[in-house]
């Protein structure tokens, strides 16, 4: 069973900055790809942020330009730096990874509240 650990969430006022963290307890050569979605109260689980494994990026429309995706293949960690946070960024983030061989694996969560 794969456990990803999440880290790094809290409350910011608009404008901030926050830089999330998700440690994944698999070894890279499963790993295929690491990300970072979130769910607003009353909203659908929206697509924050993906990296695969060779370092393609896929970045969801209400984000671009204001977060970016790393990782460190060494510590199977995935990075989440969001700047230019907005109210409407509040949401629980979850980490998300793909094994290569299949099947998908979330975090539990970690709250982020952006405060007007």
């Known amino acids: 069973q794969v456990q990803l650990v999440e880290s790094g969430g809290g409350l910011v006022q608009a404008g901030g900055s926050l830089r999330l963290s998700c440690v994944a307890s698999?070894?890279?050569?499963?790993?295929?790809?690491m990300g970072w979605y979130r769910q607003a109260p009353g909203k659908q689980r929206e697509l924050v942020a993906t990296?695969?494994?060779?370092?393609?990026?896929n970045i969801g429309d209400s984000v671009k330009g204001r977060f970016t995706i790393s990782r460190d293949n060494t510590k199977s960690t995935v990075y989440l730096q969001m700047n230019s946070l907005k109210p409407e960024d509040t949401a629980i983030y979850y980490c998300?990874?793909?094994?290569?061989?299949?099947?998908?694996?979330w975090g539990q969560g970690t709250q982020v509240t952006v405060s007007s």
């Open positions: 698999d070894s890279i050569a499963s790993i295929y790809l």
């Open positions: 990296i695969t494994r060779g370092g393609h990026t």
């Open positions: 998300c990874l793909d094994r290569t061989l299949g099947g998908r694996y």
